[in-house]
């Protein structure tokens, strides 16, 4: 049983039967603290996950956890719809006794979903099946959201994908130097800077209506989406932190920054890691199968753009919060953050090697 809070008082204000029989960390998030829960019902073990929720980064819990009841009572609804199973279809949160969707222990605010159980939520692909699976499943999310009505959400982190302000962010974190850091790593910041070209890709095709802002999940690894063990099929789509008005460029990107990758996110040995191009049209035809006919030429032509720039991205961000003494991402070692920054370097590089073969594929696909 994990001690770093008091489950039993936690888990007391949700609406759960029987009496707390186990709680261990669970998962691999980068930003909340994720636990599974194991209650003792009438002599059945009942499981069930509990997050605390990392209210540095996300401010207004309040609004956050009304944006997610919206999009799973939305996600509930078409599951019951299309004749599925929505405790396993889709994260179905667990009310406290009081009725709301989350809790406040004093210092802390916890969440409870129902577990969604014989399913897995992998952290690299297995075969391409599972690939082919997860995007089907991100692209029937953006098509099941393109009926959601946007003007409910709440933007929980304005400008996520905003690359120029993250590349704003990036040069401010070299500036101050607050570690000290900028100096051991100026090969690296170089490395940025010498692509900030690439910023404006995206943000400027949105700004100019060139492609449309639509509600999008914005965190499309591979890891928040659950597969089916029986069947290998995708079940659902979980982390709904980040859902907002977003690119479809944005979810494809991410996906294929993170699923393409031959080594994991933070393997040290570069000689490891490589983008695989076949992932990538795998992860091509299983999307747009799935995200209907509502995509425009323009964003088909820019989805391999959003893989190049979800992976800059990403790269900058694990570059900056280094810089920034790993206030962001959880760390588990030293120079962790580094080491992922240099992964997605090596993606970026790989990838505007082939950039041409990719937007091929996407045209052809
Ligand atoms: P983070 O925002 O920190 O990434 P996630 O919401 O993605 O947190 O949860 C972390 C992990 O916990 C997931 O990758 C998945 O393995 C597991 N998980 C989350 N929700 C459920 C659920 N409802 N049922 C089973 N496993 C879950
Ligand atoms: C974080 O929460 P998690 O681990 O699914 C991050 C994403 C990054 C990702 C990198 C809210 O996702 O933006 O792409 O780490 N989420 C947030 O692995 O910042
Ligand atoms: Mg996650």
Redo the contacts with the bound molecule.
């Keep these: 049983m994990n001690s770093e809070f008091d489950f039993q008082n936690i888990v007391g204000q949700f609406r759960v039967g029987g009496a707390l029989a186990d709680c261990v960390r669970?998962?691999?998030?980068?930003?909340?603290?994720?636990f599974?829960v194991t209650m003792n019902e009438g002599g059945r073990d009942v499981h069930y996950?509990l997050?605390r929720i990392?209210n540095r980064l996300f401010t207004d819990v309040a609004k956050l956890m009304r944006n997610i009841e919206l999009v799973t009572d939305f996600c509930r609804k078409s599951v019951l719809a299309r004749g599925g199973d929505p405790l396993r279809e889709c994260?179905?949160l667990i009310r406290t006794k009081d009725g709301k969707a989350y809790c406040h222990d004093g210092a802390n605010y916890f969440r409870m979903?129902?577990?969604?159980?014989n399913?897995?939520?992998y952290q690299s692909v297995r075969e391409p099946r599972d690939f082919y699976e997860s995007a089907v499943a991100f692209g029937s999310f953006a098509n099941l959201l393109a009926d959601f009505d946007a003007s409910q959400l709440y933007e929980v982190l304005p400008n996520f994908h905003n690359t120029k302000v993250r590349y704003a962010n990036f040069e401010a974190a070299v500036q101050k130097d607050v570690c000290g850091r900028a100096k051991e790593v100026a090969g690296e910041i170089a490395w940025v800077r010498a692509h900030g070209d690439l910023c404006g890709k995206l943000v400027d095709a949105i700004a100019s209506g060139e492609i449309p802002l639509r509600v999008t999940h914005n965190?499309t690894k591979l890891?928040?989406v659950?597969l089916d063990n029986a069947t290998g099929k995708a079940l659902?789509v979980?982390?709904l932190?980040t859902v907002m008005p977003g690119s479809l460029c944005y979810d494809f990107g991410d996906s294929i920054r993170f699923g393409c990758n031959s080594a994991a996110e933070d393997e040290p040995d570069l000689s490891k890691v490589h983008f695989v191009f076949d992932l990538y049209k795998t992860y091509l035809s299983g999307y747009l199968s799935a995200v209907g006919k509502g995509i425009t030429p323009r964003e088909k032509e820019l989805l391999p753009w959003g893989a190049v720039l979800m992976t800059y991205e990403c790269g900058m961000r694990f570059l900056t919060d280094y810089l920034e003494g790993d206030t962001y991402f959880k760390v588990h070692r030293e120079g962790h953050n580094l080491d992922r920054a240099h992964t997605q370097f090596r993606l970026v590089d790989e990838m505007l090697a082939s950039i041409g073969e990719m937007e091929q594929a996407a045209q052809r696909a």
């Excluded at 979903?113 to 159980?117: A, P």
Aim: glycine share 6%; proline share 0%.
């Design positions: 669970y998962g691999e998030g980068h930003i909340n603290d994720t599974k996950i997050q990392n994260l179905t979903y129902v577990f969604i159980e399913a897995t939520s965190d890891n928040n659950m659902a979980i982390d932190d």
